[in-house]
């Protein structure tokens, strides 16, 4: 898999992190519960991204 592919990825998951991280620490602190739901939020969307474009990629 070409790097390209992961860029927009990339381009979302860190400003994602960064901006949600300055976020939950000044407004809204996050339990313990919500903080492990948004990086299962994190997570399933990079796996999701990455099978999709393997799947893609495999009908080519």
């Not at 992961?6 to 407004?27: C, G, H, N, Q, R």
């Not at 919500?34 to 393997?54: D, E, K, P």
Request: one cysteine or more; proline letters at 5%; charged letters at 15%.
């Amino acid at each position: 898999m070409k790097f390209k592919y992961i860029l927009p990825l990339i381009s979302w998951v860190v400003p994602t992190a960064v901006i949600s991280a300055i976020m939950f620490k000044l407004d809204a602190p996050l339990t313990d519960t919500q903080f492990v739901g948004f990086i299962a939020l994190l997570v399933s969307a990079c796996i999701t991204y990455v099978v999709g474009i393997r799947l893609v990629l495999k009908d080519k």
